[in-house]
């Protein structure tokens, strides 16, 4: 049981944050051929081409909400057919948005319950969150819905959304991690 969770957050598009920010207003072509989101397409891809064919796999794309790709929750990899969607859908997806982990990994539990591996093309830390008491609570950081968040609170964040996390405790989460610009947690 792999669930495959590809952040396609704006920041997706460059490592450097005055290009992101170029990108942030181009039209939706010139985002798919950012620089950093063919790596990150790549990646994903190269995922899916060798999760074991005995495997049934979910692949979900997330910035501030998350989308099942495929048409359906769940894919059977040894159907040659169905991963070749997968991959295809991979190509159409367009960079734009915040990162919101906690909504990802929520959802993907939802999609997948009985998850044993789960693999994360990210650049960093999440920048979006769902309201929260237990995010309230968090010194310094008030005001997640904020445009700018520090990455103080980014960590916190993160810490947050893994630790609030429905995974369950037997899953095997791997990451890979894309450079980004100024974010040295």
Known sequence: EVGILIDMSASMMHEELIEIIKLKNAAPAKKQFAPKWQRTKRAAKWLLARVPKTSRVSVMAFNDSAQVLGGRNIHNAKLAPSMEKLSKEIDTLVPNQGTNLHNALTEMRKTMPNMTNLYIVTDGLPTLANPSRK???????????AKI???????????HSISDAPLKRSTEVNVVLLPLEGDPQ
């Open 149 to 159: 968040i520090s990455g103080e609170c980014r960590a916190k964040l993160f810490t």
């Open 135 to 145: 995010l309230n609570q968090i010194r310094g950081c008030k005001g997640f819905k």
